[in-house]
């Protein structure tokens, strides 16, 4: 697995003012290249987050790190059709009200069958989660690679349950000082660990 990491600084008011490592890199391969460094610096961060739940709990976890200047960790996933792919984020403090956020690849894995490459439509009808990639159906939410159908072709993001009580324990975590010992991967029961 290729170590990849990308980062960016944010200012007291959350816009980008620096972005790095192999954030472009990662971008181009991802169908990101509207968000290559170039495009995105001096951009507030929330613009390139699609809805306002993810967004509104990225903000919360900045303004924490900002306020009581300790750092802060959460643990996602970012799939692609292809990968599963585990991401530790973690906001460090900086001087000035500034924050570094840095998006570390814990683990990749090549799924036998690739998904369906989903895209954002404001109008799906399907919610996926922007931070674990559960897809809503039925009465609960799926690990994709779990659910008994094909990924949707389109879906709009939001946070599911487990992912907005994840997002509430690291920031308590960080409020106490302590190591938030939770990973993404509960929840969706065995199959899936951090390597
Ligand atoms: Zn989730």
Same mark, same amino acid.
């Given at each position: 697995?290729?170590?990849?990491?990308?980062?960016?600084?944010?200012?007291? @008011?959350?816009?980008?003012?620096?972005? #790095?490592?192999?954030?472009?890199?990662?971008?181009?391969?991802?169908?990101?290249?509207?968000?290559?460094?170039?495009? %995105?610096?001096?951009?507030?961060?929330?613009?390139?987050?699609?809805?306002?739940?993810?967004?509104?709990?990225? %903000?919360?976890?900045?303004?924490?790190?900002?306020?009581?200047?300790?750092?802060?960790?959460?643990?996602?996933?970012? @799939?692609?059709?292809?990968?599963?792919?585990?991401?530790?984020?973690?906001?460090?403090? /900086?001087?000035?009200?500034?924050?570094?956020?840095?998006?570390?690849?814990? @683990?990749?894995?090549?799924?036998?069958?690739? /998904?369906?490459?989903?895209?954002?439509?404001?109008?799906?009808?399907?919610?996926?989660?922007?931070?674990?990639?559960?897809?809503?159906? #039925?009465?609960?939410?799926?690990?994709?690679?779990?659910?008994?159908?094909?990924?949707?072709?389109?879906?709009?993001?939001?946070?599911?349950?487990?992912?907005?009580?994840?997002?509430?324990?690291?920031?308590?975590?960080?409020?106490?000082?302590?190591? @938030?010992?939770?990973?993404?991967?509960?929840?969706?029961?065995?199959?899936?660990?951090?390597?």
């Amino acid at each position: 697995m290729k170590f990849e990491q990308s980062f960016c600084v944010v200012d007291a @008011d959350l816009r980008l003012l620096w972005v #790095g490592g192999d954030w472009d890199d990662f971008a181009l391969r991802n169908g990101g290249a509207a968000c290559v460094a170039n495009a %995105v610096l001096s951009t507030p961060l929330t613009a390139h987050i699609h809805d306002p739940a993810t967004a509104d709990a990225v %903000v919360a976890m900045v303004r924490l790190v900002q306020e009581l200047q300790r750092p802060l960790k959460f643990d996602y996933r970012c @799939d692609s059709p292809g990968e599963i792919r585990r991401f530790r984020m973690t906001i460090q403090p /900086m001087r000035d009200g500034r924050a570094l956020m840095v998006h570390d690849l814990r @683990d990749a894995e090549q799924v036998a069958v690739p /998904m369906v490459a989903w895209r954002f439509a404001a109008q799906a009808t399907v919610n996926k989660c922007s931070m674990c990639c559960a897809i809503e159906h #039925g009465t609960g939410w799926h690990d994709p690679m779990r659910l008994d159908l094909p990924h949707p072709e389109e879906v709009t993001f939001t946070l599911c349950p487990g992912c907005r009580a994840r997002v509430a324990r690291s920031m308590q975590a960080t409020r106490s000082g302590t190591e @938030d010992p939770e990973t993404i991967n509960q929840g969706f029961g065995a199959g899936f660990s951090f390597s």
